[in-house]
């Protein structure tokens, strides 16, 4: 079905293109004709030849059984992940930047758990809460607060909630120990950032401007969070079915059997992986062999400190900022998720 | 494939990662291989969002290359496009604007990685989890809570169609020996043991969705083991465990077996 559509998409779009070149657009031309999807026109030809040619041939167990993890993890995934896209979209678009200034307190050590717990409310997919973020400071947001926000939304939204709520049925303490010691890292290190930060560290970015109509700016940034999240789901799935069927069992076993090391492992795959907040906890529940603590560690780790964000707020903060700001949060995650698990779990 | 990924095949991408999982759930049962029966409303949704978000996408990119001709380019128009393919670090390009982020059109070249899921879809067809999987982890399952709780007595007479968990459950939980002497009739499929000679009746069950699941094996004597993957009803009667306590490791729950018919895979193939 999906290939019917694509088919017919293609070329119409190709002569569109084409009869529309105005002749003012001369210049534009080129540019125009090398837009043509390439790379796409090479994902169908090899869908195409690889169905025919390679399909018989893909029939190794391993390998199934790999592709059945991988598709398991990226279809269970998804929804959340679009749901969470739609909703963070919409608040980038339909919520007015002085709603925020408005609706924290004034004191900036009151503003900062309020903020954090505003993260609970406001779902924020994770690429989508640097930006937020730098737009609250933009917008005269304490920094201390809006860094809460910024940790506190991808963590501990209600998306996030019901997706970790059906990744580990029957485990409610999962989602509160997520909740609590999620929340209370933010806040922590918002309160940090209040008494020791340095303003010369952060670099506040320029407000990001808005154009077109709402529904543009919404289909936009929907747009934009699914093809960033979305390929970083991916690899997360990758990484956990690979896992999940090349590396023996009895070495995930033996890491996992110590109780430190296998806090600090899943810690740091997290970090590696970085998966979107909406979809970690399928991959988490995948880590059959981790105890139940080792899988916080994932879980709270992931949306505050990965490659992606680290990219993110480097691009965004200044690399001044990212150098104290990520081994802060990393640590403070790690030794909160650890307490909150051993105390809940 | 290493090329920034234009406005164009951004859209594409969405159109064809939507359109999978579409085929997947709403035309077809595929997706019983993968997540629990009740998720298939939430996988038509979110596979009918990227589609319409993809279709909407390449409307508004052909408009705005439409609208160019009018010396005025809406949002997202002409520009944008030239900013995906001008700059061949797309990714860079996209955060190295991102002071103002969210306006670059040159998308991440991470998105192509959307591709693979389609490709796992349609090239592999990824089945149901077999034996391969069965085998590889030897964990006994998770003890349910309510597995405490009483067992109904098995009444009537014949053999009684049960799932495998209730009956490792039974055989393992159950104070009053229910399964003594009774006929049961079990569907699974078959896992060679590694010891040579002996098999395993194997239902993968799901705690969220295949990357989670784990087996139920219960170890089946007196017929011939059918090939790996064959999907069988075996008749047979429990034999009570010879041990007092539970020794350490995995160890399954026997049966006794006096008839065995090879039946088709069942839609559902994981148990519930």
């Not at chain 1, 970083?232 to 890491?255: D, S």
């Not at chain 1, 707020?313 to 909150?340: D, E, M, W």
């Not at chain 2, 459950?169 to 010891?195: I, N, Q, Y």
């Not at chain 2, 993968?204 to 089946?220: H, I, N, R, T």
């Amino acid at each position: 079905m999906g290939i019917m559509s694509r088919i017919h998409t293609g070329p119409r779009q190709w002569t569109d293109e084409d009869d529309s070149l105005p002749p003012d657009s001369w210049g534009r031309a080129p540019s125009v004709r090398r837009a043509l999807p390439w790379g796409f026109v090479l994902v169908v030809a090899l869908l195409v030849v690889g169905r025919f040619a390679l399909a018989p041939h893909l029939a190794s167990p391993a390998l199934q059984t790999w592709a059945t993890i991988f598709v398991a993890i990226c279809v269970q995934a998804l929804p959340f992940l679009v749901f969470g896209v739609a909703l963070s979209a919409a608040i980038t678009a339909f919520v007015p930047a002085s709603f925020w200034t408005r609706a924290l307190p004034r004191r900036p050590a009151a503003a900062v758990p309020v903020a954090g717990m505003a993260g609970a409310v406001l779902p924020g997919c994770e690429c989508a809460s640097v930006p937020v973020a730098s737009g609250l400071m933009a917008r005269g947001v304490t920094p201390a607060a809006a860094l809460a926000f910024l940790l506190a939304s991808p963590a501990i939204n209600p998306i996030v909630l019901v997706a970790t709520a059906v990744a580990f049925p029957g485990q409610p303490l999962m989602v509160a120990a997520r909740f609590g010691a999620s929340l209370v890292v933010a806040v922590l290190v918002g309160w940090l950032w209040l008494r020791f930060g340095r303003s010369d560290w952060l670099r506040i970015p320029s407000r990001p401007h808005g154009e077109g109509s709402k529904l543009a700016v919404f289909g936009d940034a929907m747009r934009h969070d699914l093809l960033h999240a979305g390929g970083f789901l991916i690899v997360g799935g990758l990484a956990a079915a690979t896992l999940n069927v090349l590396v023996p069992r009895e070495w995930l076993t033996a890491v996992a059997q110590v109780p430190w090391l296998a806090v600090l492992v899943m810690a740091l795959l997290a970090v590696l992986l970085s998966i979107c907040s909406e979809a970690d906890a399928f991959v988490a529940a995948s880590m059959t062999a981790f105890s139940p603590t080792a899988k916080l560690a994932f879980l709270v780790v992931g949306p505050m400190v990965d490659l992606k964000l680290i990219a993110l707020q480097v691009g965004t903060f200044g690399r001044a900022f990212a150098a104290r700001f990520v081994p802060l949060t990393f640590v403070l995650a790690v030794a909160v998720s650890a307490l909150s698990g051993w105390l809940l779990l | 494939m290493a090329a920034a990924v234009n406005r164009l095949s951004q859209n594409l991408i969405l159109v064809l990662l939507g359109g999978a999982v579409l085929r997947i759930s709403a035309f077809s049962t595929t997706y019983l291989n993968y997540v629990k029966p009740g998720f298939r409303p939430f996988l038509i949704g979110a596979g009918a969002v990227l589609l319409v978000l993809g279709l909407t996408g390449l409307v508004q990119a052909w408009r705005a290359k439409e609208g160019a001709g009018d010396g005025h380019a809406p949002a997202g128009g002409p520009p944008a496009g030239g900013n995906g393919h001008d700059d061949p670090a797309g990714d860079g390009g996209g955060r190295g604007q991102g002071h103002g982020h969210g306006h670059g059109h040159g998308g991440p070249r991470i998105a192509w990685l959307m591709c693979l899921p389609v490709f796992a879809i349609f090239l592999i067809a990824p089945p149901a989890l077999g034996s391969f999987a069965a085998a590889r982890s030897d964990d006994p399952p998770p003890r349910r809570s309510q597995a405490l709780t009483a067992f109904t007595p098995l009444d009537g007479k014949g053999p009684v169609d049960m799932k495998i968990s209730e009956f490792i459950a039974r055989a393992w939980d159950d104070e009053k020996k229910s399964l003594t002497g009774r006929t049961v009739r079990l569907t699974g499929f078959a896992v060679p043991s590694r010891k040579p000679g002996r098999w395993y009746l194997t239902r993968m069950q799901l705690a969220c969705c295949a990357a989670d699941a784990f087996p139920l094996k219960v170890l089946v004597k007196g017929v011939e083991a059918p090939p790996a993957d064959t999907w069988v009803e075996v008749t047979g009667t429990w034999i009570p465990p010879t041990f007092e306590k539970m020794p350490n490791g995995a160890v399954h729950p026997e049966l006794s077996a006096t008839g065995l018919v090879e039946i088709d895979a069942p839609a559902e193939p994981y148990e519930d």
